[in-house]
């Protein structure tokens, strides 16, 4: 059985069967008497580089012993391994060539914290979103057939992941088209059965075997003979099958079930593995991991230690403690609306702690709803409690609303119900990288007709935007970004802002500033300098037109500032507004460029974009000196 650690290591620890495995094709040369002990040595040295860069943690320490087994039994790369999300992939990098550059997790020019293509061979598909790689892997498989390839396609998903409909989807078309791939459910949470032991282990490995499907092929041969024989064999088979193991559902999918076993235990593992490697058909093996596994603080608080931040060393003074962040600012506010409007209704798709909803989740339980990831599911729901005279309250990330976009449209905004989207982690995320970045939601919201898209600047003007988008009749977004803010002074009350209009924050000359959020604390700086008007303009949607009017009869430059890709974003509707009513004035648009910005810490993500006050005063002025010549 693995080891349980304690603590994490601050050295590195000592890892000889580890250093002889840096490659799978190294893996496959031990004896599978050792992978026990090199198990031990990864969770350890998996313990110590997370340590090191922070990142996702619990996932990884729970699939030590399926990532092993998967590599060993399997051709990796010819055999495509497609991981669900990629939180537990770390253990995979280590084992494929990228166990020295694990110290260079999710920093700026290092190995990201999801399986990406180009990164490696090994990676085989691109995830960051979950519920992707069922589709992928049977689109893997689909093309190996037509290649006449023997390769194998391998999908694992957690039973979070398996909750969102995409991967129903990809069950039932595998099932269709009988394709040879297998997927593992790594069940981290025992949230579809509990049998777990040395009879279920026992039963897996005989209804995996050669020698069990070839005597329920033959079976079926003979009795199918008989009128009505084969049948009764069958409902035999399932029932028998249906009292041990709780894979009816997936058989009748059309995927021959196996499981569950103990993901780890890897004897069983190894030995399951090489016996379903070469079934013919869909092929479904259930494993149950523990999440956190062999780190006995991650195995009682799971959630806790989800991902941590890197170890400080041993003396540093701790970090000063700052503002809310943008997130418990909405916990709050929802608590407050929902005391003072019993209509309200609260909804994620499966992010109650990182949406900040869990005193919400206590208070109002009856009014608390997390559909799992399920975001369609989350936006139509909502749609639904609407059309009945509820509230609904949607807190989702920006990057996963890209997800249930067509229900936004056509199950919300066409019939313009009263939901209100509170978007977090707008803008760029930092170390999670392109997967996770918020760059597209004011281009994809402000298309939308009867749409309100606002952006606060900070905590107080998100609580007041949050109010106003809860009281305005129909579709409402209030986008704000992760971290905390400035530390504004938070009014307690519910009072809305008057829809649709911005305001002066400071008054200049020469050059108006028209920041769309955040940022309006770096154009206040830069406007110091350059004795420039700063415009808080808070509504994206509608535009405060009369503002932009005034601003562009008055200013020789206008600048518009957001945290959103510059194609489509707030900065556009600037330009739309003045090209239709024929204002001539130049316009400098600054946001996000036209590619994915690669994972690194926020700011200097933001310096790379040209979006910290650095940024965007060498942008003002790089334009005031090309228009003077």
């Given at each position: 059985?693995?080891?349980?650690?304690?603590?994490?290591?601050?050295?590195?620890?000592?890892?000889?069967?580890?250093?002889?495995?840096?490659?799978?094709?190294?893996?496959?040369?031990?004896?599978?008497?050792?992978?026990?002990?090199?198990?031990?040595?990864?969770?350890?040295?998996?313990?110590?580089?997370?340590?090191?860069?922070?990142?996702?943690?619990?996932?990884?320490?729970?699939?030590?012993?399926?990532?092993?087994?998967?590599?060993?039994?399997?051709?990796?790369?010819?055999?495509?391994?497609?991981?669900?999300?990629?939180?537990?992939?770390?253990?995979?990098?280590?084992?494929?060539?990228?166990?020295?550059?694990?110290?260079?997790?999710?920093?700026?020019?290092?190995?990201?914290?999801?399986?990406?293509?180009?990164?490696?061979?090994?990676?085989?598909?691109?995830?960051?979103?979950?519920?992707?790689?069922?589709?992928?892997?049977?689109?893997?498989?689909?093309?190996?057939?037509?290649?006449?390839?023997?390769?194998?396609?391998?999908?694992?998903?957690?039973?979070?992941?398996?909750?969102?409909?995409?991967?129903?989807?990809?069950?039932?078309?595998?099932?269709?088209?009988?394709?040879?791939?297998?997927?593992?459910?790594?069940?981290?949470?025992?949230?579809?059965?509990?049998?777990?032991?040395?009879?279920?282990?026992?039963?897996?490995?005989?209804?995996?075997?050669?020698?069990?499907?070839?005597?329920?092929?033959?079976?079926?041969?003979?009795?199918?003979?008989?009128?009505?024989?084969?049948?009764?064999?069958?409902?035999?088979?399932?029932?028998?099958?249906?009292?041990?193991?709780?894979?009816?559902?997936?058989?009748?999918?059309?995927?021959?079930?196996?499981?569950?076993?103990?993901?780890?235990?890897?004897?069983?593992?190894?030995?399951?593995?090489?016996?379903?490697?070469?079934?013919?058909?869909?092929?479904?093996?259930?494993?149950?991991?523990?999440?956190?596994?062999?780190?006995?603080?991650?195995?009682?608080?799971?959630?806790?230690?989800?991902?941590?931040?890197?170890?400080?060393?041993?003396?540093?003074?701790?970090?000063?403690?700052?503002?809310?962040?943008?997130?418990?600012?909405?916990?709050?506010?929802?608590?407050?609306?929902?005391?003072?409007?019993?209509?309200?209704?609260?909804?994620?798709?499966?992010?109650?702690?990182?949406?900040?909803?869990?005193?919400?989740?206590?208070?109002?339980?009856?009014?608390?709803?997390?559909?799992?990831?399920?975001?369609?599911?989350?936006?139509?729901?909502?749609?639904?409690?609407?059309?009945?005279?509820?509230?609904?309250?949607?807190?989702?990330?920006?990057?996963?609303?890209?997800?249930?976009?067509?229900?936004?449209?056509?199950?919300?905004?066409?019939?313009?119900?009263?939901?209100?989207?509170?978007?977090?982690?707008?803008?760029?995320?930092?170390?999670?990288?392109?997967?996770?970045?918020?760059?597209?939601?004011?281009?994809?919201?402000?298309?939308?007709p009867g749409m309100l898209v606002m952006t606060p600047?900070?905590?107080?003007?998100?609580?007041?935007?949050?109010?106003?988008?809860?009281?305005?009749?129909?579709?409402?977004?209030?986008?704000?970004?992760?971290?905390?803010?400035?530390?504004?002074?938070?009014?307690?009350?519910?009072?809305?802002?008057?829809?649709?209009?911005?305001?002066?924050?400071?008054?200049?000359?020469?050059?108006?500033?028209?920041?769309?959020?955040?940022?309006?604390?770096?154009?206040?700086?830069?406007?110091?300098?350059?004795?420039?008007?700063?415009?808080?303009?808070?509504?994206?949607?509608?535009?405060?037109?009369?503002?932009?009017?005034?601003?562009?009869?008055?200013?020789?430059?206008?600048?518009?500032?957001?945290?959103?890709?510059?194609?489509?974003?707030?900065?556009?509707?600037?330009?739309?507004?003045?090209?239709?009513?024929?204002?001539?004035?130049p316009v400098l648009n600054l946001g996000l460029p036209?590619?994915?910005?690669?994972?690194?810490?926020?700011?200097?993500?933001?310096?790379?974009?040209?979006?910290?006050?650095?940024?965007?005063?060498?942008?003002?002025?790089?334009?005031?000196?090309?228009?003077?010549?």
């Open positions: 059985m693995p080891k349980t650690f304690h603590e994490i290591p601050r050295e590195r620890p000592e890892t000889p069967l580890l250093d002889r495995a840096d490659t799978p094709q190294q893996l496959r040369l031990l004896g599978e008497a050792e992978l026990e002990v090199l198990a031990d040595e990864l969770r350890q040295y998996l313990l110590y580089t997370v340590g090191q860069t922070g990142g996702h943690f619990g996932a990884g320490l729970g699939v030590i012993e399926l990532t092993i087994a998967l590599h060993y039994v399997f051709d990796t790369p010819d055999d495509r391994l497609v991981w669900d999300v990629g939180h537990q992939a770390y253990p995979h990098k280590i084992l494929t060539g990228r166990r020295e550059r694990m110290s260079t997790l999710r920093q700026k020019d290092g190995i990201a914290a999801f399986p990406r293509r180009s990164e490696s061979e090994y990676d085989t598909f691109g995830v960051g979103h979950s519920s992707t790689s069922i589709s992928a892997a049977l689109g893997m498989a689909i093309a190996a057939r037509l290649q006449g390839s023997k390769r194998k396609s391998v999908a694992v998903i957690g039973d979070g992941a398996l909750t969102a409909g995409m991967a129903f989807e990809a069950l039932n078309h595998a099932s269709d088209v009988k394709a040879d791939m297998l997927v593992v459910l790594n069940d981290n949470d025992m949230s579809i059965s509990r049998n777990v032991g040395g009879l279920s282990n026992y039963l897996a490995k005989i209804l995996s075997s050669r020698t069990y499907a070839s005597m329920r092929e033959g079976s079926k041969k003979v009795l199918s003979r008989l009128p009505g024989a084969w049948e009764i064999a069958r409902k035999t088979e399932e029932h028998a099958k249906g009292m041990l193991v709780p894979g009816t559902l997936f058989e009748e999918l059309g995927w021959n079930y196996i499981g569950p076993i103990d993901g780890h235990d890897l004897p069983t593992l190894l030995a399951t593995l090489r016996n379903m490697r070469d079934l013919e058909g869909p092929q479904f093996l259930h494993v149950i991991t523990k999440k956190g596994k062999g780190f006995a603080p991650a195995e009682v608080d799971p959630i806790g230690y989800h991902a941590i931040t890197k170890l400080e060393p041993l003396g540093a003074a701790p970090k000063q403690a700052g503002g809310p962040k943008y997130s418990n600012v909405f916990g709050q506010w929802l608590c407050d609306m929902a005391a003072a409007d019993t209509r309200l209704m609260g909804i994620t798709p499966a992010m109650k702690e990182g949406s900040d909803l869990v005193a919400f989740s206590e208070r109002f339980p009856e009014r608390y709803f997390d559909v799992a990831i399920a975001e369609q599911h989350a936006v139509t729901l909502a749609a639904g409690m609407a059309c009945e005279g509820a509230k609904p309250v949607v807190a989702i990330y920006s990057t996963f609303l890209q997800r249930a976009y067509d229900q936004l449209v056509h199950d919300v905004a066409v019939q313009n119900l009263d939901v209100l989207f509170a978007i977090d982690r707008a803008g760029l995320v930092g170390e999670d990288g392109p997967t996770h970045a918020g760059s597209f939601d004011l281009s994809y919201l402000r298309c939308i600047s900070d905590e107080n003007e998100m609580r007041r935007l949050l109010t106003t988008g809860y009281l305005f009749e129909g579709p409402a977004a209030v986008r704000y970004p992760r971290g905390s803010g400035p530390n504004a002074a938070i009014e307690p009350g519910l009072e809305p802002l008057e829809i649709g209009k911005g305001v002066v924050r400071r008054q200049g000359q020469g050059v108006a500033f028209l920041v769309f959020g955040v940022q309006l604390a770096d154009a206040l700086k830069v406007a110091e300098g350059l004795d420039a008007t700063v415009a808080d303009m808070r509504f994206v949607k509608p535009l405060d037109e009369a503002l932009v009017r005034q601003l562009a009869d008055s200013h020789e430059l206008l600048v518009t500032v957001e945290e959103n890709a510059v194609m489509g974003g707030a900065g556009s509707a600037v330009n739309e507004f003045l090209a239709r009513e024929g204002l001539r004035v036209d590619y994915y910005v690669e994972h690194a810490k926020p700011a200097q993500m933001l310096a790379e974009c040209g979006l910290d006050a650095v940024g965007i005063e060498a942008a003002v002025r790089a334009r005031l000196a090309r228009s003077n010549d």
